[in-house]
DNA sequence: AAAATAGTGTCTGTTAGACATTATGGC
DNA sequence: GCCATAATGTCTAACAGACACTATTTT
């Protein structure tokens, strides 16, 4: 009754990033109907409303189906609008920033799953270039100041790790001696006591985000202007 | 056809921030019709898809609508969503971020539309406290290191009106001398060449912003945690 | 010992914050 | 002259970035 001819298409779409061999990369789903047959596009699909506790529950059931996977660091990104960014009609979008570890993903994905390199995209579907825009623009932005780019790394990591995660994410290298400091004296890290060797070298210290995410004031590395 | 049954509520609701006797005061609107009839909330409406360019122009609309004036900065903010924040069924509201001067909402507003402290406002209808947290939370986070709290202001200003205008969005005082060196070396203000002369003291130089809005590095006073 | 990565120490330029001082207007 | 506000100058502690150096493992 009150949904009435008036209201908009309501659905939900996914940036979701991972790191693949020291590279950002970005989850892309090939469309198996139409509208946009056969295109890449965003992990997305409709809420509903029998169903969903809220957006964010519709997004992880969308992601668990189409990646078969759940485990996903999610924060909502902004609200996509307008009569015609979908064919079918006058459409609303919720769109989330998704963060995984590339392992989380399992080894092969599929033909119609898959990643590409953030620089290198196909062309997409709907207005999903500005979504991705939107999605990359929030991850540089706050990734500076923020532990939003250990959110792309198994629960426990080693600094090194942590500090190539940061480097995939702002796209510019940043000072070993620096980053430890920092991060450190921040204490956003805290030691999990156990440790690993990446073939023949010393072994590092493993640590684990302490807390859940958070945001700092002093930021790592410049933002690349 | 599909806009079934299956889809939400969709709704606009927007957080008008304005500074008035140098504090932060948040613009809300009585409801005339159940729901809450008689309750304070945050002025909004439904998404009207014949009319609407998108959620932007809905808001916009209903601003105009509300509060008789135009000219608001507006960003979007967060989407609301659940089966349980709207007696009507389940519903997903697009909330937006508005600052205005406060000359531009005309003199005395009326009975139904007023200004509230921030720090003192009455209890809302709907999940609407929830948005004004978050609404708080974006202004003041964001205004660190943006020109956000400037939009509080007319087109010019003094530095020291500036000031004001961030130390109300902070909660905190900023040194007058770090203040304008800041700001002036990172040159996001231009001088108009007017000047204006509050009763009896020295005049200060009229600044406009440079630009649209910015975002900048260094942070003007800390947050506070 | 060599290779490779993990981890530490130190210097320097920049800058936020604090505080003191000068400038310019009305009375 | 006094008062109030506008505007500038200076000192210091904190910190990012750069770079050199030491430590610990496997081969």
Redesign the interface.
């Known amino acids: 009754m009150?949904?009435?001819?008036?209201?908009?298409?309501?659905t939900v779409d996914a940036t979701v990033f991972s790191i693949e061999d020291g590279a950002l990369k970005l989850l892309l789903h090939r469309r198996p109907e139409a509208p946009f047959a056969g295109q890449w596009a965003l992990p997305g699909g409709?809420?509903?409303?029998?169903e969903d506790?809220?957006?964010?529950h519709a997004v992880r059931r969308v992601l668990k189906q189409k990646t078969g996977t759940a485990g996903y660091y999610l924060e909502?990104l902004?609200?996509y609008?307008?009569?015609d960014r979908d064919p079918?009609?006058?459409s609303?979008s919720?769109a989330y920033l998704a963060l995984v570890a590339r392992h989380a993903l399992g080894p092969g994905l599929t033909e119609n799953v898959a990643l590409f390199p953030v620089d290198d995209l196909p062309s997409l579907a709907f207005d999903h270039d500005d979504i991705v825009a939107g999605g990359l623009a929030r991850l540089r932005g706050k990734g500076v100041y923020s532990t939003l780019p250990v959110s792309l790394l198994a629960d426990e990591f080693t600094l090194s790790e942590a500090q190539r995660a940061y480097e995939a994410v702002l796209g510019t290298g940043i000072d070993h001696s620096s980053f430890r400091r920092k991060v450190l004296e921040l204490g956003i890290f805290e030691e999990t006591g156990n440790s690993r060797q990446g073939a023949n070298k010393r072994p590092a210290k493993l640590f684990r985000l302490r807390g859940r995410g958070q945001t700092f004031?002093r930021?790592l590395g410049?933002?690349a202007v």
Do not use: K
Request: hydrophobic share 40%; no cysteine; glycine share 6%.
């Open positions: 009150i949904a009435s001819a008036d209201a908009p298409i309501a409709f809420i509903h409303t029998q506790r809220d957006a964010e909502q902004a609200t609008t307008g009569p079918r009609g006058w609303l919720v004031d930021s410049r933002t």
